[in-house]
T-cell receptor, first 113, second 114 residues
């Protein structure tokens, strides 16, 4: 099976712009989670989608949003970018609901200048 | 906020030696997982241990879990240069007590010298 794919892999944006990141989960996986990784804060949970519904959301401002499509592909959007949004954004998919392992994509490296 | 805290933050050993990393967490859990990350890339799942398990093995990896102390340890035996990476523990209890997301520690950076 193909792994989790994320596009684009690298992105440079300026403050105030918005950005959309895409994630394609492993075939058959219905749960997609997003994480932000920075040197200072480490890995932080953004949100999780299951069958097109947002099940959980982390402690991030409303500028961060996401959605999941019927084919389980997911997108996350960040509006009005700030310098502090520079990070590695990781997407993970999983099959089961409990006691599950997550399969991570390679990430999108976002740089905000 | 972080659920897990890994210890040590950094570890440097010679090839062939064993590496032990520890993780402590705060709330009750259903399971605890360990992941590896190579230099700014995606995370790779290593092992999952359930709250009713005390020890689990996978190849050169041995994980223990002590729910009374809210701690876990990851042992890598006979380390190799290819084991150089950051190692994270993650627990399943998230916001609102849900199980749909993982809470990660800050990680242990392991360096294995040839």
């Amino acid at each position: 099976k193909a792994g989790v794919t994320q596009t684009p892999r690298y992105l440079i944006k300026t403050r105030g712009q918005q950005v959309t990141l895409s994630c394609s989960p492993i075939s058959g996986h219905r749960s997609v989670s997003w994480y932000q990784q920075t040197p200072g804060q480490g890995l932080q949970f953004l949100f999780e989608y299951f069958s097109e519904t947002q099940r959980n959301k982390g402690n991030f401002p409303g500028r961060f949003s996401g959605r999941q499509f019927s084919n389980s592909r997911s997108e996350m959007n960040v509006s009005t970018l700030e310098l502090g949004d520079s990070a590695l954004y990781l997407c993970a998919s999983s099959f089961r609901d409990r006691d599950y392992e997550q399969y991570f994509g390679p990430g999108t490296r976002l740089t905000v200048t | 906020s972080q659920q897990g805290e890994e210890d040590p933050q950094a570890l440097s050993i010679q090839e062939g030696e064993n590496a032990t990393m520890n993780c402590s967490y705060k709330t009750s859990i259903n399971n605890l997982q360990w992941y590896r990350q190579n230099s700014g890339r995606g995370l790779v799942h290593l092992i999952l241990i359930r709250s009713n398990e005390r020890e689990k093995h996978s190849g050169r990896l041995r994980v223990t879990l002590d729910t009374s102390k809210k701690s876990s340890s990851l042992l890598i035996t006979a380390s190799r240069a290819a084991d150089t990476a950051s190692y994270f523990c993650a627990t399943d209890k998230g916001y609102g007590g849900s199980q749909g997301n993982l809470i990660f520690g800050k990680g242990t950076k392991l360096s294995v010298k040839p």
